[in-house]
């Protein structure tokens, strides 16, 4: 089971980041393929999530409206389209797979997204 995150990096405020998770082995059999981020000194916390069976999609009220989670079955990865990116965005984002939004059964390692001027 592997979830491989990419897309991370800097950005300035009100700039764009599509992070991208490639699953493999029993992560492809979860039912909703998530979000996560954690700030420095903060605790871990859902970002969105994206079901495999009917692309329902589900987010933080914090990030609504500005982040979009979508996948590509066919590469069996799953995106993070981000914009209008805020100081307070900055974290390191997870890739994650579970039986419901917010329950997670594997993570990602994760990649940092820096939001600075």
């Known amino acids: 089971a592997q979830l491989v995150e990419s897309g991370g990096g800097l950005v300035q405020p009100g700039g764009s980041l599509r992070l991208s998770c490639a699953a493999s082995?029993?992560?492809?059999?979860?039912?909703?393929m998530e979000w996560f981020r954690q700030a420095t000194g903060k605790d871990r916390e859902f970002v969105g999530a994206i079901s495999r069976r009917d692309d329902s999609v589900y987010y933080a009220d914090s990030v609504k409206g500005r982040f979009t989670i979508s996948r590509d079955n066919a590469k069996n990865t799953v995106y993070l389209q981000m914009n209008s990116l805020k100081f307070g965005d900055t974290a390191v984002y997870f890739c994650?797979?579970?039986?419901?939004?917010?329950?997670?059964?594997?993570w990602g390692q994760g990649t940092q997204v820096t939001v600075s001027s």
């Open positions: 994650a797979a579970g039986p419901q939004a917010g329950a997670v059964h594997f």
């Open positions: 082995g029993s992560t492809l059999t979860s039912d909703f």
